[in-house]
């Protein structure tokens, strides 16, 4: 241990986790933060010199290299370099910025749009800002980190409520003072479990008690919805959001985040939110990438027809080899292992045999409900999926799992 510090507790939290990565790596099953030196193809990546099947990707769509998306990417730092003259409300904002903007504030069908340099940062800052002291705000169990931390950054009464029970949901507003603002927030895929939140439910109970909607669709954009406009489009409920929160890093394929609602919604937050207001810009070759991309989902359905069948493909195959896929019905999906070393197991095999997966474990998720976070994309071909179902089959039985 080489940090020069007399016990304290940070010296013993610092401790436990490097004895641990020390143990994983010791016993070959570290997998985290691998380099890729090589795309090949949307589908497989070189990963330490092997080509490997990727199963482990957020570019739900395929877009990652995209000619079109590539080469707006390259336009823009032709025109405007590589960064920008500082934050967006003094010299930072570009043509570029509000193009982006007005194509999600249309392709969400809303009246305006706002970005931020991460997806992450867009939950902290705009949860932090709208809401406040004397105010609740009432969030999914399994809702992300960034939600998690902007609810606690916010000062709000922060209650959460079980993963889509929606009794809950309703109790824990019901406990709430009538005249208190209140705000709901779910994500609309749930990142780990991949399953798709009850919207119609969480709608009207919203209704019901005069409460803010705020819908985190990083996992459901260009997935959800005939035209992959999200979760709305997907039940013929459009108009039903207040703050239509997502990113842009993943079926994306770019950085940022955003959030689409009503125009006096995003004034506010252009002028209040310290993300946007004390932090630089998002550069040009990574808006003008997304921007591309959103184009590139209009102009190519087939992508989202074909995601839909490699996840039915992908779900069907594991459930049927015996593993547990909980309520997945989205091209994240869980191979529930339970515990953490199994997970670490199934993934050195494997990766071993050119799957590159990686496994989710406890704090991330429960201990005990330790996983496989498997994703396919629009990239893949069925033959490929079923290789890589019959690799992780086989590691499986041999582990124990099934
Ligand atoms: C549901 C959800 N929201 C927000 C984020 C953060 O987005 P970003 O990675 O673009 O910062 C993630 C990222 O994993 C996510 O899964």
Redesign the pocket.
């Given at each position: 241990m080489d940090i020069h510090k007399t016990d304290d507790s940070v010296v013993r939290r610092i401790q436990a986790l490097v004895s641990r990565y020390d143990y994983l790596n010791q016993n070959d099953l570290y997998f985290y933060n691998q380099p890729i030196s090589e795309l090949r193809g949307g589908a497989r990546v070189l990963v330490n010199g092997r080509e490997m099947g990727m199963y482990a990707s957020?570019s739900y769509l395929g877009l990652i290299g995209h000619p079109r998306i590539n080469a707006a990417a390259k336009a823009a730092v032709d025109q405007f370099g590589t960064g920008t003259n500082g934050v967006r409300t003094l010299a930072g904002s570009l043509t570029l910025h509000e193009q982006l903007e007005e194509t999600i504030a249309e392709f969400k069908q809303a009246e305006a749009a706002i970005t931020y340099t991460?997806?992450?940062?867009?939950?902290m800052t705009v949860i932090s800002t709208l809401m406040g002291r004397g105010d609740w705000v009432i969030s999914d169990k399994l809702?992300?980190a960034?939600?998690v931390d902007g609810c606690l950054m916010s000062g709000a009464e922060f209650r959460r409520f079980r993963h889509n029970d929606m009794q809950e949901l309703e109790k824990r507003l019901e406990q709430a003072p009538a005249e208190a603002a209140k705000l709901v927030v779910a994500?609309a895929v749930?990142?780990m479990d991949g399953d798709v939140v009850d919207f119609p439910r969480v709608v009207e109970i919203c209704r019901k008690y005069n409460a803010w909607l705020m819908i985190?669709e990083?996992?459901s954009l260009g997935l959800l919805g005939k035209t992959g406009r999200g979760i709305e489009e997907h039940f013929g409920m459009e108009g039903s959001v207040d703050i239509k929160?997502g990113?842009?890093?993943?079926t994306i394929p770019s950085?940022?985040?955003y959030v689409a609602g009503k125009k006096d919604l995003i004034t506010y937050l252009r002028h209040t939110s310290r993300a946007y207001i004390f932090s630089a810009a998002l550069p040009p070759a990574q808006v003008a990438a997304a921007n591309e991309a959103f184009k590139v989902i209009l102009d190519e359905p087939w992508r989202i027809e074909k995601l839909r069948q490699n996840a039915d493909l992908f779900i069907t195959g594991l459930k049927s080899a015996g593993f547990d896929t909980l309520l997945t019905s989205t091209a994240i999906v869980p191979v529930l292992c339970g515990s953490d070393e199994r997970a670490f197991a199934l993934t050195r095999t494997a990766q071993h045999n050119d799957v590159f997966v990686l496994p989710v474990v406890s704090p991330a998720v429960p201990e005990g409900l330790a996983r496989l976070r498997a994703t396919v994309t629009a990239a893949h071909e069925p033959e490929e999926i079923k290789r890589a179902m019959s690799v992780i089959e086989k590691a499986g039985k041999e582990i124990g799992i099934i």
């Open positions: 957020y991460s997806g992450y940062v867009t939950n809702n992300h960034s939600i994500d749930f990142s985190d990083a996992h929160m990113t842009l890093s993943k950085v940022g985040g």
